[in-house]
Structure formats: C-alpha cells, structure tokens
C-alpha cells in the first residue's frame, strides 16, 4: 500500500499492557487517483506502522460509520 499520511493521531487501547489505537487519514493509498481512505488499526504490541488488524474507510462513509458508532454511546 502506497499513499500520503495526513492527520495522524494515537489513542491508548483500553485493557491493554501497550495496546494503541492508530487513526490516520490516507491519500491515494492504493495508487494515484484512489479514493482517500481513514485508517483505523490496532496494535497490542503499541507499534503503530504495524498494526495487527486495521480497517480502510472511505471518505464518503465516513460520517455514516461515525453516526453508527455514536449511536451505541447512548
């Protein structure tokens, strides 16, 4: 995967010893005039550049996921 890190960002993963949630917006990531994605991994080990599970969700999902997980805070 190729493309340009914009607004990265690293949050501490609950109930974990190192755990961290990497957040980062990417443009370009799967080659040139590929849709910008925001990248949500997860690392246990607190390696952010190598997360063991990660999720790409397009820009124009993005509020509708938001909206989602916002709902189960209620």
Same mark, same amino acid.
């Given at each position: 995967?190729?493309?340009?890190?914009?607004?990265?960002?690293?949050?501490? /993963?609950e +109930?974990?010893k190192?755990?961290?949630i990497?957040?980062?917006q *990417?443009?370009?990531?799967?080659? !040139?005039?590929?849709?910008?994605?925001?990248s949500?991994?997860?690392? /246990?080990? +607190?390696?952010?550049e190598?997360?063991?599970?990660?999720?790409? *969700?397009?820009m124009?999902?993005? !509020?509708?996921?938001?909206?989602?997980?916002?709902?189960?805070?209620?």
């Open positions: 995967m190729s493309g340009i890190l914009k607004n990265q960002s690293t949050l501490t /993963l +109930g974990s190192n755990g961290i990497s957040i980062a *990417i443009e370009e990531p799967y080659g !040139p005039n590929s849709a910008t994605v925001a949500i991994g997860i690392s /246990l080990s +607190g390696d952010a190598n997360p063991e599970w990660k999720v790409h *969700i397009p124009k999902n993005l !509020p509708a996921v938001v909206s989602a997980l916002q709902s189960m805070l209620k």
